[in-house]
């Protein structure tokens, strides 16, 4: 495709966007196509001969679009949000653009030193520690998710704590870790990927606002010490994805120091409440964490992938990822003087990804995103107030930002009758978690824009559907 | 940004991509910048107020650009190519303004049946085996990169060797995994991080062309199984990064099969010339592999990032990597009907990437692929004898596709002094490797624009500063 070609087909692609923002609202949210509908209306085999672009654009409106869950629509408040913006879907082009693959500080600087400065920046923005400086021992990198995060964060702490004699030898079997009984299903995850195990992972019981209670940690590790076993490692959420149940990051964070544990803190979607100084008190805490993490792709405004993940001590995780062939070497590595990020993460190839945070935090500034921010708590009380004044539902679980779990006090076969009405309306799209063993329905503020209108329809709609259910 | 302003701006941005298309070859390939600078150039802090969009195109132009690497120029010759194109670009500015994250099958249908469509529509166009067929026992995925492919491969070979125990208790030190010497960096780091541990891979000889000798791979097998450990898992190169050397992958298949292992083959950037029938026979053996993958993003046109990742047994793929937590859980995953993606890959969200390998299949079309594969292929030989002709100059290993090792007969010395002269001229960009202990040079041809003038201009200029060489 010639330079002008791409630039006529580019502005088609643009042009096309601008309008899907502008008829969103129209689309049902939650796809209504049946297993299968979207593959078999689409060739089965590869075309042996090119096809004109047109083709395409025409299959993505006529094919594609019934097929897509609109993540984007301002009706959208299922699981957690994964907002996008203008500024960052073209800094995401501008990445896809120039085509670099930032594995080596040497093979684009530009992207790993925008990347480290851009997270720097978000170090003071966040109150997050110094120590999570590049500046200082620690130092953020941008991962796709934060399970990455959480993978990354497990396994610098086994190689910490084994005095990296597991990678050298494998694991052994002695290691223990914890998160609470509501921490993301990544954790898990991670455990089994790491060689740890699922049954040396402790769900630690969580209080009545679903927090992790931290005296149940303590007996839990003396206990695993007592039975001869090595505690390493610690998860803490800071929000919750079932309820935004935000974890006693403090008191946790005394137990690791004292046990000498790694301390992750994930914080993946609320993390970005801590822009507004009124929020801040959600990552009181943190100083005491190894690593941390949060999503700019889920409420700030970044499209997809983009989690930060900061560490305290680099060097733990550098010399838990890296390896370095031939192949690799060069001399700005071979200087010491330079960030190499492919050893700060699984994979070995990066893309220029801190080109579309850096333009959302300058298109929107620190004020800009606040006011955002504050928006979307507010109507998201808003909401929780009125779920409050109608005697049928209940308030599940305490609602601190912009998640509010609630129910019909009916039970579970009205809960579930419900909330498959709403999805099926398409007029808005939310998303179940179990507290206390009953179905709870949640509904998340956070997609870029939501206002205090289409949520007031919500509510209406809401109303209107539990008025059927009987 | 309104849509209009999004119109605005991005058109803004497509024409400063057009532009910088055109003028890619004036650019230096490899950044000159010194470490530090491009960071010293920009704002120490994220601004308060929000900025203009054009103040972040201007510093793009005037800060980022200085430190870029130029992968997208056509004088790229380094590492493995990370080919981007026109359809592949618009692709992925698509999937960015869609913004949707597929996770599961019902938050996107259309982001995980296409996903499954295109890589069905890969395995007779790269003659890969039936059983990789979502339609039959396996299917394909996309991940980020080759590294996470065989990252999930070691941990689902763990698993399926060890009955899922490895998942539940951890690992316990008898698993053994093996690889040749010139494999890949990311199968040492998977083993690393599996808790396999590297003493546990075993780096088997090479032959003279640099693959993997089958016999060699044998005997270590039965040394271990003597010593009483349980070899699991062989990752077979197809196309090694160093030197491109092919390993017999039906011999290895052979013993892997005999032996019960799990063959995991690294077709990374070389899978892709296996669309012309005439490179189909580095494809043979792949047949007896439970596992395979390669790069789109190397060298098929399609942006970074985009790895696809082929399983025989899709079973044993998700009961390693599921972990369903309530939250969830939703009727569509229930009925068993569909896919969900976030089952066969370590992170849980995931972006809509099959939507530019979509565009990039149908807008060159199998033959257009062709045609550009086959003229790299030829120029990269046609580069080849030009080397045979300069009684200076050796080649260091065999090329049987794009990928050319050569080097000056004077030594280490002489290689290291070319190669910084070259790159530091900004004419091209190549790297080097160490074969037979000696320093080497690789030119890999593989962006999308390069052609044979480039590289009959590459070729001028190493002739011209190898006589400067003494």
Redo the contacts between chains.
């Keep these: 495709?010639?330079?002008?070609?791409?630039?006529r087909?580019?502005?088609e692609?643009?042009?096309?966007?601008?309008?899907?923002?502008?008829r969103i609202e129209s689309f049902p949210v939650?796809?209504q196509?049946k297993?299968?509908?979207?593959?078999s209306s689409?060739s089965?085999?590869?075309?042996?001969?090119?096809?004109p672009?047109a083709?395409?654009l025409k299959d993505?409106e006529e094919?594609?679009?019934?097929?897509?869950?609109?993540?984007?629509s301002p009706k959208f408040y299922?699981?957690f949000p994964?907002?996008?913006?203008?500024?960052?879907?073209?800094?995401?082009?501008?990445s896809?653009?120039?085509?670099?693959?930032g594995m080596l500080?040497?093979?684009?600087?530009?992207?790993t030193?925008?990347e480290?400065?851009?997270l720097d920046?978000?170090v003071?923005?966040l109150r997050l520690p110094e120590k999570f400086l590049s500046t200082n021992t620690g130092g953020g990198v941008i991962q796709?998710?934060?399970?990455?995060a959480t993978?990354c964060a497990t396994?610098a702490a086994?190689e910490r704590t084994t005095n990296f004699a597991?990678?050298?030898?494998?694991?052994?079997?002695k290691?223990v870790a914890y998160t609470s009984s509501q921490a993301?299903?990544?954790v898990?995850?991670a455990i089994?990927?790491?060689?740890?195990?699922?049954?040396?992972l402790r769900l630690i019981e969580v209080d009545e606002k679903f927090a992790m209670k931290s005296a149940a940690l303590a007996a839990a590790i003396d206990k695993d010490k007592q039975a001869g076993l090595t505690p390493f490692f610690v998860c803490a959420t800071v929000g919750t994805?079932?309820s935004n149940a935000i974890d006693p990051v403090l008191q946790i964070g005394e137990i690791c120091r004292r046990e000498n544990m790694w301390l992750h803190v994930d914080a993946a979607m609320s993390g970005t409440a801590a822009m507004c100084p009124e929020f801040r008190h959600i990552h009181n805490g943190v100083e005491l964490a190894d690593s941390y993490c949060f999503n700019p792709?889920k409420w700030m405004f970044t499209?997809?992938?983009c989690d930060c993940f900061y560490v305290a001590d680099r060097k733990a995780l550098i010399q838990t990822?890296s390896?370095?062939?031939?192949?690799?070497?060069?001399k700005?590595t071979e200087?010491g003087?330079?960030i190499d990020y492919r050893d700060w993460q699984?994979?070995?190839?990066r893309?220029f990804r801190s080109?579309k945070l850096?333009?959302v935090?300058?298109?929107?500034?620190?004020?800009?995103l606040q006011f955002h921010i504050r928006e979307h708590v507010r109507i998201a009380q808003q909401f929780a107030e009125w779920v409050c004044g109608d005697e049928r539902f209940e308030i599940a679980a305490p609602a601190p930002l912009n998640l509010v779990c609630f129910r019909l006090r009916a039970g579970d076969w009205a809960n579930q009758k419900l909330m498959d009405a709403l999805n099926r309306s398409g007029e808005l799209y939310l998303?179940?978690?179990?507290l206390d063993s009953k179905l709870t329905l949640?509904l998340c503020v956070g997609q870029t824009n939501t206002t205090a209108r289409h949520v007031e329809n919500a509510w209406k709609r809401i109303k209107a559907e539990a008025d059927h259910i009987r």
Tied chains: 1, 2.
């Design positions: 495709m010639s330079p002008d070609d791409f630039r087909h580019g502005h692609v643009i042009d096309w966007i601008a309008d899907y923002y502008s939650l796809s196509v297993p299968g509908e979207v593959r689409l089965p085999h590869a075309p042996v001969q090119g096809e672009f083709a395409m993505v094919k594609i679009l019934p097929g897509i869950t609109h993540w984007q299922a699981f994964g907002n996008a913006s203008g500024p960052g879907i073209l800094g995401d082009l501008l896809s653009g120039l085509g670099v693959q500080w040497a093979t684009s600087p530009a992207c030193e925008l480290t400065l851009v920046w978000l003071p923005a796709d998710t934060a399970s990455s993978l396994l086994r597991s990678n050298r030898e494998g694991c052994r079997g290691l993301h299903s990544s898990e995850k089994q990927i790491a060689g740890i195990g699922r049954e040396n994805t079932s792709h499209n997809f992938d990822l390896v370095l062939p031939e192949y690799l070497k060069n700005a200087s003087a330079v699984i994979p070995l190839g893309r080109l850096w333009f935090l300058r298109y929107y500034g620190i004020e800009g998303t179940h978690t179990k949640r």
